[in-house]
Structures are given as structure tokens and as C-alpha cells.
């Protein structure tokens, strides 16, 4: 089992403005609860660890959860209200993001709240997004991670959102615990340049990162595709030639792929990681572009199933 940790969210899709009326579609959504349901359709088991409301929208991410196949038994419910994130898209598809959360369930996830132990079928965890950067969640996911280092794979993304917590240092300095005890970190050219502001190259953001001690980096860059870092190995895939619908889900569906590929070829592990050789990271990086592909075809965060992203790769031949 992948364990996700993190926040759930309602999206709210804004439409363009008509006088005085904006007409919106609320759907749920946070990049965790996106990651979990992604590796769900994947096939891979997987539970959903984080602070979900008792509030209407808070019922409906948990059903929705249970729907997918997500495992609840870690959920922690709360009496807090739901984050609601307003997104609206610009040119190219690329989503903007408003964030309301203040205060609420899923910046609140607390020491006592996490599982004494996790069971042996717990092979991996993720970590993402704003969770990791808003107290006491943060620190609370930041003790998790660093008491399962070395015990379980650990994997990172940090999907910067300016809007959540606009000081980038303190983003920056909150990320570092998790980056410090990650076996895996995915990021988006975009999260390296606003965590650094363009003073480092993307090898020497992966460089960076390699040299804490993560077996794989793998960054994501739009339309010119992807770049996978392991040991001495770099493989660069370019982008596949698709119609953009949307990005909303993309990196989530990338993170998820990434994950379930190395959970059905047994190298969930920590020394499976460190030992992906050019060709195998070169069939990651296939597969999850893939996934990511599909998903932005399609009208927000819906992520492929394992039998589409399969059927893609049989026409890749």
C-alpha cells in the first residue's frame, strides 16, 4: 500500500464573469487526494492519510474517496470547515489558484492524530503540496516522514502554490524537512524556479536534491517533456504531442503514475529506487508521461485508469 498524506479540498472552476455573476463548478480536488485516487485507477492500493471536515463538502471528498477505492481507515475527521480553492484558467489551459482555507480541517492535522505504527503493507509515502508548508500540519506530516525515513520509500512533491503561503522562504525552509528524508522528489521546472527564483539549473535543483539523499528526481516540464535523475543516470523524455484541454491534475497524475509503476514492477522499496538503471528509469518516465497526457486531455483532475494508460502504451508499441 502507497500511503498519501496531505490535504483535500474542494476546487471551485470559475467561469468568466457575466456583470455582476460568476458561474461555478465545485469539484473535488487537492494534489493528495488527486494522487490518491490517481494510483486507485492504477490499480495499486493505496489509503489517504489527512484532517478531512464534517462539514458537507468534507462528507463528500471522504465518499468520494471510498468510491475510488481509497483506503479511509486513516483519514482523521475534524470539526473545522473545508479549504475551498477557486481556480480559473488561463491561456494554454494553465490554472490560477485562490485559496480559502484559513483555519481550516486540513492545515490541522495533529501529532496525536497520526498512526502509532504503520503495518508492514505500508511499502511507501507521499507527501505534497500545501500541507507541508501550513502549521501544525507540516510539522506534523514532517514528524511522520522523518520517523518512517529509512523504513519505507518516501516520496515528494512539493507543487508550489504561492496563493496558500506567499513567503517563499518559509515554503522553502518547511519543503527542506521533507526533501532531507525523500527517496523520490517530483517537481515541475515551475516549483524550481519559484522555490529558487532562477538561481539554479534544473540538474543543479537535481543535484541539489540527489546530494540529501534521494535515490530518483524526476522533473516535470510541460511541453518540452520531462527529466529523470538517478545516481549517475539522466534520461530526458520530450513531451508527447497532445491537445491540451487543461493542466489541472497533470503533475498530480505524473506523481501517481511515477509511484504506481514502481509498485507493479516490485520496486517499491528503497534499494528498488536506487537501482533503477537508463532503461528502466527511460519506462517510468514513458508511463507516467502518459498518464499525464490523458489527463490533460480531459476537463480537470481526471486521472486515467490503468487499462487507458495501458492501452496507450500497447499503441506506442
Known amino acids: 500500500m502507497i500511503l498519501v498524506c496531505g490535504e483535500a479540498l474542494v476546487d471551485l472552476f470559475l467561469d468568466a464573469p457575466e456583470g455582476a455573476e460568476m458561474a461555478g463548478r465545485a469539484v473535488a480536488g487537492g494534489s493528495p487526494f488527486n494522487v490518491a485516487i490517481g494510483l486507485a485507477r492504477l490499480g495499486v492500493p493505496v489509503g489517504f492519510l489527512g484532517a478531512i471536515a464534517r462539514d458537507g463538502i468534507g462528507t463528500m471528498l471522504a ?15 475534524s470539526d473545522r470547515l473545508s479549504t475551498i480553492s477557486a481556480v480559473a484558467t ?7 489558484y485562490g485559496f480559502h482555507g484559513e483555519g481550516a480541517a486540513d492545515r490541522f492535522l495533529m501529532p496525536a492524530e497520526l498512526p502509532a505504527e504503520l503495518a508492514s503493507e505500508v511499502q511507501a509515502l507521499s507527501f505534497g503540496s ?27 512533491d512539493p507543487n508550489l502554490r504561492p496563493g496558500v503561503v506567499p513567503d517563499m522562504a518559509l515554503w522553502a525552509d518547511a519543503a527542506e524537512r521533507f526533501y532531507r528524508v525523500a527517496t523520490i522528489i517530483k517537481a515541475s521546472d515551475e516549483d524550481i524556479r519559484i522555490a529558487w527564483g532562477g538561481r539554479l539549473s534544473l ?25 529523470g535523475f538517478c545516481a549517475a543516470e539522466q534520461v530526458e523524455l520530450p513531451a508527447r504531442a497532445v491537445s491540451v484541454r487543461d493542466t489541472v491534475g497533470a503533475g498530480d497524475s505524473f506523481h501517481a503514475a511515477l509511484l504506481a509503476w514502481l509498485s507493479q514492477r516490485d520496486r517499491l522499496s528503497i534499494e528498488g529506487v536506487a537501482g533503477l538503471d537508463r532503461a528502466a528509469l527511460g519506462e ?7 498518464a499525464a497526457s490523458i489527463t490533460v486531455g480531459r476537463r480537470g483532475a481526471d486521472l486515467p485508469k490503468a487499462v487507458e494508460v495501458q492501452t496507450e ?5
Not at 530518483?216 to 516540464?221: A, G
Not at 517510468?284 to 502518459?290: C, D, M
Not at 502504451?313 to 508499441?317: D, F, K, M, S, T
Open 130 to 156: 500545501y500541507s507541508m508548508a501550513v502549521e501544525p500540519t507540516g510539522a506534523t506530516l514532517a514528524l511522520l516522514a522523518e520517523r518512517e525515513h529509512g523504513r519505507r520509500v518516501i516520496s515528494v
Open 63 to 77: 465518499e468520494r474517496l471510498r468510491q475510488e477505492g481509497v483506503d479511509g481507515r486513516f483519514i482523521v475527521r
Open 203 to 227: 540538474q543543479e535543483a537535481a543535484a541539489y536534491w540527489l546530494g540529501l539523499g534521494a535515490k530518483l528526481v524526476v522533473i516535470t516540464r510541460g511541453a518540452d517533456g520531462a527529466i
Open 284 to 290: 517510468l518516465l514513458t508511463y507516467a508521461a502518459i
Open 90 to 96: 488561463g491561456g494554454g489551459g494553465q490554472p490560477s
Open 313 to 317: 502504451l500497447a499503441r506506442l508499441g
